[in-house]
């Protein structure tokens, strides 16, 4: 079985600081992970993935994240942060093929001018 | 192409009645999911559909909800009687069936029950 933890619920940066949002998980098999974003009375969408291969993958609005299989971690990070950022983050872990997701707790990012 | 649509947006009925929220999943997409979302919380799933076959509807509690698949496309989540405690945001999810490419979100249905 796989889950996930989210360290901080809550997370405030200023504009153009650094984002780090952590995610560790844990799973029986080689997982897949994901991390989503959800503005405000909206559904998720999705941020960046790493199924296999490359352990740091970029995916939109310049958020990377890397997969550090010896820690257990998918940490989400962004180098400068925009105010457009702000919204609630998701990670997420698979167990593969036909496995249905995990979703974590969340981390609502709030950003200062 | 459309991404997933689900209706209504927004739902506010009374307890003990009932209530059906409607989800099209994307063309092609063969893995179908209902997930709750309880504020301030991350999605739980609620059932998984390949195809019309619900495959994993462990979590689904059967004694006032039930869902269907007809055909295999669009999908039917109900709640009968609703409670108080249903009050959620119930977002629905389609796949490739693989995964690999995460998961497509609508936007959900905001029910409030008073």
């Known amino acids: 079985a796989q889950s996930v933890t989210q360290l901080g619920s809550h997370v405030s940066v200023s504009e153009g600081a650094l984002v780090l949002l952590r995610c560790n998980y844990s799973?029986?098999?080689?997982?897949?992970l994901f991390w989503y974003v959800q503005y405000p009375n909206q559904g998720l969408q999705l941020l960046l993935k790493?199924?296999?291969?490359?352990?740091l993958v970029k995916g939109i609005n310049g958020f990377e994240a890397e997969f550090k299989k010896s820690e257990t971690s998918f940490h989400l990070t962004k180098p400068s942060a925009h105010m457009s950022d702000a919204a609630e983050y998701f990670c997420a872990v698979s167990g593969g093929y036909g496995q249905n997701f995990v979703f974590g707790p969340g981390t609502r990012l709030s950003v200062l001018p | 192409e459309a991404g997933v649509v689900q209706s209504p947006r927004y739902k506010i009925i009374e307890k003990k009645q009932p209530v059906a929220f409607w989800c099209n999943p994307i063309?092609?997409?063969?893995?179908l999911y209902w997930y709750l979302q309880n504020l301030g919380q991350g999605p739980e799933l609620l059932i998984r559909?390949?195809?019309?076959?619900?495959?994993?509807d462990s979590q689904l509690p059967k004694d006032r909800f039930s869902a269907e698949r007809l055909k295999g496309v669009d999908s039917t989540l109900k709640i009968q009687p609703a409670e108080l405690g249903d009050s959620a945001v119930y977002l629905c999810?389609?796949?490739?069936?693989?995964?690999?490419?995460?998961?497509?979100f609508g936007s959900g249905t905001r029910l409030t029950v008073v």
């Open positions: 063309s092609g997409h063969n893995t």
């Open positions: 790493y199924t296999t291969g490359a352990t």
């Open positions: 559909y390949e195809n019309e076959e619900a495959v994993d």
């Open positions: 799973s029986s098999v080689p997982p897949y």
């Open positions: 999810a389609s796949s490739s069936g693989t995964g690999r490419d995460g998961y497509t």
